[in-house]
């Protein structure tokens, strides 16, 4: 019922930029937190950037500097600029998001992934 939809990924050389989207749909009542977390062939998943209601942003010390998220509430949507890329942001960066379709409790959503590629 409810769906999360990345789009923007893709191959960049180093230095580069790239931003990726992913918009939330379908029954959705409120969405208290929205972002990125990636995960490299072979190693954990991990926290890019989260933008919270209730706790604010959190950012992972390795982009700061160079990522931002922004969301659009209006549309349900969470943007990752991705700027002064290296080749060891190469992963699969997936769409996260804590969601209440019932406005009681709150439940993580994930996205399928979209690759984000930075070649040396």
């Known amino acids: 019922q409810v769906r999360l939809v990345e789009s923007g990924g893709g191959l960049v050389q180093a230095g580069g930029s790239l931003r990726v989207s992913c918009a939330a749909s379908?029954?959705?009542?409120?969405?208290?937190?929205m972002g990125w977390y990636r995960q490299a062939p072979g190693k954990q998943r991990e926290l890019v950037a989260v933008?919270?209601?209730?706790?604010?942003?959190n950012l992972a010390e390795s982009v700061k500097g160079r990522f931002t998220i922004s969301r659009d509430n209006a549309k349900n949507t969470v943007y990752l600029q991705m700027n002064s890329l290296k080749p060891e942001d190469t992963a699969t960066y997936f769409c996260?998001?804590?969601?209440?379709?019932?406005?009681?409790?709150?439940?993580?959503?994930w996205g399928q992934g979209t690759q984000v590629t930075v070649s040396s």
């Open positions: 933008s919270s209601r209730t706790a604010g942003t």
């Open positions: 379908g029954s959705i009542f409120s969405i208290n937190a």
């Open positions: 996260y998001a804590r969601i209440s379709v019932n406005g009681f409790s709150l439940r993580d959503y």
